[in-house]
């Protein structure tokens, strides 16, 4: 027998009331809603579940604003001590080249 792929709650009834009788086809009829109830109440909090632990490794692997704060004043911190070591040792070649081109003055004379 070909059942068809929807069937409302109405038509499930009333045969049930047809073949069955009104008080056996409310109490089939209040099963089948507790049954629907309960596999709704559990893939809803399997849902919930599975948000919060989505939230929680969102947390944990993606940076926040606080992250990015933090990160950016690190990066400023490693940026300026890079660029006072790049100066001094531009000063010490400089200083250095002066100071080799005074000595071969010298040494040609």
Same mark, same amino acid.
């Given at each position: 027998?070909?059942?068809?792929?929807?069937?409302?709650?109405?038509?499930?009834?009333?045969?049930?009331?047809?073949?069955?009788?009104?008080?056996?086809? &409310?109490?089939?009829? $209040?099963?089948?809603? %507790?049954?629907? =109830?309960?596999? #709704?109440?559990? /893939?809803?909090?399997?849902? @919930?579940?599975?948000?919060?632990?989505?939230? &929680?490794?969102?947390? $944990?692997?993606?940076? %926040?604003?606080? =992250?990015?704060? #933090?990160?950016? /004043?690190?990066?400023?911190? @490693?940026?300026?001590?890079?660029?006072?070591?790049?100066?001094?040792?531009?000063?010490?070649?400089?200083?250095?080249?002066?100071?080799?081109?005074?000595?071969?003055?010298?040494?040609?004379?």
């Amino acid at each position: 027998m070909e059942t068809p792929e929807n069937i409302s709650t109405a038509d499930i009834r009333n045969f049930l009331e047809r073949r069955l009788g009104e008080k056996e086809a &409310d109490e089939i009829m $209040n099963y089948i809603n %507790t049954e629907i =109830d309960k596999q #709704v109440a559990e /893939k809803v909090d399997a849902s @919930r579940k599975e948000i919060t632990l989505w939230r &929680d490794d969102m947390k $944990n692997v993606f940076a %926040t604003k606080e =992250d990015a704060t #933090v990160l950016q /004043k690190k990066l400023i911190k @490693r940026v300026s001590t890079a660029e006072g070591t790049l100066i001094l040792w531009s000063f010490v070649f400089w200083i250095t080249l002066i100071i080799a081109i005074v000595v071969i003055f010298k040494v040609m004379r």
